[in-house]
């Protein structure tokens, strides 16, 4: 065995070398090579167990060698996990990822069923108690992809940082950041885009253009006013801009979808200044031109963009 020839080792996957016999005894000493690490020296067709070598009596005892070459790659590794494919991981990840827009039309449909009209259903739509139900099919979408990556090869334990839901997706991914972000931006826009559309429709924009038709409201009496008649007074007080010109607006009702409006700061020994309003279609109000309540009664179009009663 010449005194030139140069040993490698493996060393954590890692090929280390090339060494002389010297400094490969004193690793021995050290328990860095022990039984069991592969070795390799020029001339050896493969890599094999030191105990398995002409160096197996180093490990009791102590002589030297030298000759460097470069060995031939170590054998293949074996990995520990079967690496799934952007393919396979989207596969189980896309329910969470698209938890959120489902949940935003589920919880709308459900609103305009209970309500019967879009702008009622989108008032419900957006009340607390309708985003704790979309927040709760995110949770279980999420529950349910947790479970499923348990299950894979790549689940390596759990970690506090999924509970914000960028972290779970960049680990889920096998902590890709390409597919992280290209995952949760693909998120935001079905959820804004679903959610853009849901505002156009409560807002009544894909309801029909034609003429705004006007209907009876359940005009019921309680201590002897209208309730229509009241909560619209109290809307109008409550959004008129103009109250120090206009003061304290009072409503009365002419028929069962025409209401005369009256300003307590433009009456005068001339009569007041009145407005008229019509109940329109979906349960919204809007202003018509008239000079008198017959005119108003007769009124067939709006003078105004239709609104609804919201209270904020």
Not at 82 to 88: G, L, N, P, R
Not at 125 to 146: H, K, P
Not at 195 to 216: C, K, M, R, T
Not at 264 to 274: F, H, Q, V
Request: charged share 15%.
């Amino acid at each position: 065995m010449s005194e030139q020839t140069m040993w490698f080792y493996e060393f954590n996957g890692e090929r280390v070398g090339g060494l002389c016999i010297t400094e490969v005894i004193e690793l021995i000493n050290q328990g860095t090579i022990t039984q069991g690490t592969q070795v390799w020296k020029k001339g050896m067709p493969t890599w094999v167990k030191i105990e398995e070598s002409e160096l197996a009596h180093y490990l009791e005892d102590k002589t030297p060698l030298n000759n460097y070459d470069l060995p031939p790659p170590l054998p293949s590794q074996t990995p520990n996990y079967y690496e799934e494919s952007f393919t396979t991981k989207f596969a189980s990840i896309w329910r969470f990822i698209y938890a959120p827009t489902f949940a935003a039309i589920v919880t709308y449909l459900v609103a305009y069923l209970i309500k019967g009209n879009s702008w009622q259903a989108f008032g419900l739509w957006s009340t607390s108690g309708m985003t704790l139900i979309s927040l709760s099919i995110v949770l279980i979408a999420w529950a349910e992809d947790l479970w499923r990556f348990k299950k894979s090869a790549s689940y390596t334990g759990w970690s506090w940082w999924w509970l914000l839901a960028p972290c779970y997706i960049h680990d889920r991914m096998g902590k890709q950041w390409k597919w992280t972000i290209g995952l949760i931006v693909l998120s935001l826009v079905c959820n804004v885009l679903a959610s853009g559309l849901i505002a156009l429709h409560g807002d009544g924009y894909f309801d029909d253009n034609g003429p705004y038709q006007y209907q009876p409201q359940s005009n019921i009496q309680a201590g002897g006013m209208d309730l229509n008649t009241v909560e619209l007074e109290m809307y109008l007080n409550t959004t008129n801009p103009d109250v120090d010109t206009t003061g304290r607006i009072k409503v009365s009702m002419l028929d069962e979808v025409t209401y005369r409006v009256s300003y307590a700061y433009l009456c005068g020994s001339g009569g007041c200044d009145y407005s008229y309003l019509k109940s329109a279609q979906d349960g919204g109000y809007c202003y018509v031109l008239s000079s008198s309540d017959a005119q108003a009664i007769a009124a067939t179009q709006c003078s105004s963009s239709p609104f609804r009663l919201s209270y904020h």
